[in-house]
């Protein structure tokens, strides 16, 4: 029997090493950001991934990689973000160990981890970090609220060619109402951006490139 987290993970991982490759291929310049690092697994594979795939195809351009995390869970859940899953004991991880890895597997790449509540470090401009245009954006806060202060976050640094990644894009029972579905529509919405999908991957992700 397939264990369905470790499938999830895997297809995970081969999105994000695709969307790369994708971005390289199209010299696409910009940065990576990953909301929901969680133990850093994912954020270490996307560095690895453009390493990789920048010597495939001796691409010269850089990326910096930014990380967003509370790393203790998703503090005081809203009504509308109420779920059987998501609930803090599920998510809350080690800081400092997870750190220590990251600063570990990103020599020779400027990378940076930001601790804290989507609520109070995502209310700065991106520029406050350092970044100016975003490559590829991987989404994994799970919930609307979280959500909606990422692509807040990130309203004036998208462009043509940036990747969305969105992980766990069709929990609440596929509701068009609740969840990481609702915060991205109504982002395409306000900003009258366009994207087309690109595919779906593992329990429930899918991959959009920003098209207008």
Request: charged share 25%; glycine share 8%; aromatic share 18%.
């Given at each position: 029997?397939?264990?369905?987290?470790?499938?999830?993970?895997?297809?995970?991982?081969?999105?994000?090493?695709?969307?790369?490759?994708?971005?390289?291929?199209?010299?696409?310049?910009?940065?990576?950001?990953?909301?929901?690092?969680?133990?850093?697994?994912?954020?270490?594979?996307?560095?690895?991934?453009?390493?990789?795939?920048?010597?495939?195809?001796?691409?010269?351009?850089?990326?910096?990689?930014?990380?967003?995390?509370?790393?203790?869970?998703?503090?005081?859940?809203?009504?509308?973000?109420?779920?059987?899953?998501?609930?803090?004991?599920?998510?809350?991880?080690?800081?400092?160990?997870?750190?220590?890895?990251?600063?570990?597997?990103?020599?020779?790449?400027?990378?940076k981890v930001i601790k804290g509540f989507f609520n109070k470090t995502l209310s700065v401009t991106p520029s406050k970090y350092g970044i100016k245009k975003a490559?590829?954006?991987?989404?994994?806060?799970?919930?609307?609220?979280?959500?909606?202060?990422?692509?807040?976050?990130?309203?004036?640094?998208?462009?043509?060619?940036?990747?969305?990644?969105?992980?766990?894009?069709?929990?609440?029972?596929?509701?068009?109402?609740?969840?990481?579905?609702?915060?991205?529509?109504?982002?395409?919405?306000?900003?009258?951006?366009?994207?087309?999908?690109?595919?779906?991957?593992?329990?429930?992700?899918?991959?959009?490139?920003?098209?207008?």
């Amino acid at each position: 029997s397939i264990n369905p987290v470790v499938y999830h993970n895997y297809e995970k991982f081969m999105a994000i090493y695709k969307v790369h490759y994708l971005t390289l291929f199209d010299g696409v310049v910009g940065d990576y950001l990953e909301f929901g690092v969680y133990k850093g697994s994912s954020f270490i594979h996307s560095i690895n991934s453009f390493k990789k795939n920048k010597k495939i195809l001796s691409s010269r351009i850089e990326r910096s990689f930014y990380g967003f995390d509370s790393f203790e869970g998703f503090g005081n859940i809203k009504e509308i973000d109420n779920h059987p899953f998501y609930r803090d004991l599920n998510f809350v991880t080690d800081f400092k160990k997870i750190e220590k890895r990251i600063n570990k597997s990103s020599k020779n790449i400027n990378s940076k981890v930001i601790k804290g509540f989507f609520n109070k470090t995502l209310s700065v401009t991106p520029s406050k970090y350092g970044i100016k245009k975003a490559a590829i954006i991987f989404s994994d806060a799970d919930v609307y609220s979280a959500s909606k202060d990422i692509f807040n976050f990130i309203n004036e640094i998208t462009d043509i060619g940036t990747y969305f990644v969105l992980d766990d894009f069709f929990s609440f029972k596929g509701s068009l109402n609740k969840g990481s579905y609702k915060a991205f529509q109504e982002f395409l919405k306000k900003k009258g951006i366009s994207v087309r999908k690109v595919f779906d991957y593992g329990m429930g992700g899918s991959v959009y490139v920003r098209s207008k």
